[in-house]
Nanobody, 116 residues
Framework: QVQLVESGGGLVQPGGSLRLSCAAS????????MAWYRQFPGKEREFVAT????????NYADSVKGRFTISRNNDKSTVDLAMNNLKPEDTAIYYC?????????WGQGTQVTVSS
């Protein structure tokens, strides 16, 4: 079955950096686009970034454009999110996502807290 496992979250000061990673298994990873979403307390999950199956096209939410970079390694079945110049408003739970046959699959999430 599809399994997505996020890692790399933590506490960082404003202006700092973190790199999240998502390890995927249970499906043909190299055939599918992948995405990162985040969820603020009491809010619905929101889109952060997406990457096509071969990494050729990447799209970002306006709020993270120029600060976050999504990348993937099809040999290792991983998708990463490099986050720079973090702001307190980036504090959220970050989720890895795959959409296979119209069905969304999610990891358990990893907490990112930006605070001094």
């Amino acid at each position: 079955q599809v399994q997505l496992v996020e890692s790399g979250g933590g506490l960082v000061q404003p202006g700092g950096s973190l790199r999240l990673s998502c390890a995927a298994s249970g499906f043909a990873f190299s055939h599918y686009g992948m995405a990162w979403y985040r969820q603020f307390p009491g809010k619905e999950r929101e889109f952060v970034a997406t990457i096509t199956w071969n990494g050729g096209t990447r799209n970002y939410a306006d709020s993270v454009k120029g600060r976050f970079t999504i990348s993937r390694n099809n040999d290792k079945s991983t998708v990463d999110l490099a986050m720079n110049n973090l702001k307190p408003e980036d504090t959220a739970i970050y989720y890895c996502n795959s959409n296979i046959g119209g069905r969304d699959n999610w990891g358990q999430g990893t907490q990112v807290t930006v605070s001094s």
